[in-house]
């Protein structure tokens, strides 16, 4: 068999498996090595012009399809991003279903960074927050509406800004996964829309929390990594649930009536509720809300 079939054939064959693999989400490709490996090809070929056997020829017109046919799927999907540089990159591409991809933008930690305020813009979907990183922040998405921007506030502060790109409302929701440093002193600002945020910040030093924005549910599990937490709602949320560690205080303020509330161990007085520890404790989490909640928890584990 000639050489130029096996290239044709691997090269056919694996664009058509992938292809097809990925139109339903079976495999989700790394693809941004590909577009260094492209001069290989050029190399294969011209190793393939000198007097070897003809095993060896049809072994590197394979490779070279396969390295090519890698290629084409990047360049297909999308996948070698033309606007990535600095502390953004895209590393993963899926075409699937709905026609959108994935990716991971890293935000790299400065050396004297001590604390950074994250803020979220738009229409956000899903957001889950969870697990750590070395670097300031990672984020996974698997729709291009969404950006990530990181600017200096001062030598030691940082601002980070979750962005859907989309205005107000998109056809197809994106999910969002973030994962943040532990060691820094986090501020977050939720003056976006969101169906659902689950945030596992245990492994976090959280100092204020923010909810300006409409959330359908929002789930909250704060942990000791810090004495005093503020979290602060001033938006309607249908479902809230908040998980606090049973050994820190926890007052909560609600100026405004809520229909459906589960605060075991808290003790009411007015529009205010207080665990038994409130005064013996200099590990205190403040909640104030501020606005209609439809219904709330508050776990102490």
């Given amino acids: 068999m000639k050489s130029s079939s096996y290239f044709w054939g691997v090269l056919l064959i694996f664009c058509g498996l992938f292809l097809f693999a990925m139109q339903f989400e079976w495999i989700v490709l790394e693809l941004s090595f590909a577009k260094y490996l492209w001069p290989l090809v050029i190399v294969f070929i011209g ?63 400065d050396e004297g960074t001590q604390t950074a305020l994250l803020q979220f813009k738009g229409a956000l979907g899903d957001v889950k927050i969870d697990k750590t990183t070395n670097n300031l922040i990672e984020m996974e998405n698997d729709h291009e509406i969404l950006d990530m921007d990181v600017s200096d506030t001062d030598s030691v502060n940082k601002l980070v800004i979750v962005n859907s790109l989309a205005g107000s409302s998109t056809e197809n929701e994106p999910n969002t996964k973030l994962t943040l440093n532990p060691k820094i002193i986090w501020d977050m600002e939720f003056s976006s829309s969101a169906a659902n945020v689950e945030a596992d910040l245990r492994d976090y030093r959280v100092r204020k929390i923010d909810v300006s924005s409409a959330i359908s549910n929002l789930d909250m599990k704060i942990g000791r990594k810090r004495d005093t937490v503020n979290i602060d709602i001033e938006s309607s949320i249908s479902d809230i649930s908040i998980e606090v560690p049973k050994d820190f205080a926890c007052r909560i303020n609600s100026k405004t009536a809520l229909s459906d509330a589960d605060f075991k161990g808290f003790t009411r007085s007015g529009d205010t509720y207080e665990t038994e520890n409130f005064n013996k404790t200099n590990r205190v989490i403040f909640i104030n809300i501020e606005s209609g909640l439809s219904s709330i928890k508050v776990r102490r584990r």
């Fill in 47 to 109: 190793i393939s012009l000198f007097n070897i056997p003809q095993y060896a020829k049809n072994t590197l017109a394979g490779l070279s399809g396969a390295i090519l046919a890698f290629f084409l799927i990047g360049l297909f999907t999308g996948s070698f991003c033309s606007n990535c540089d600095g502390d953004w990159s895209l590393s993963k591409l899926r075409l699937g279903g709905k026609g959108i991809y994935s990716s991971h933008s890293v935000i790299y930690l």
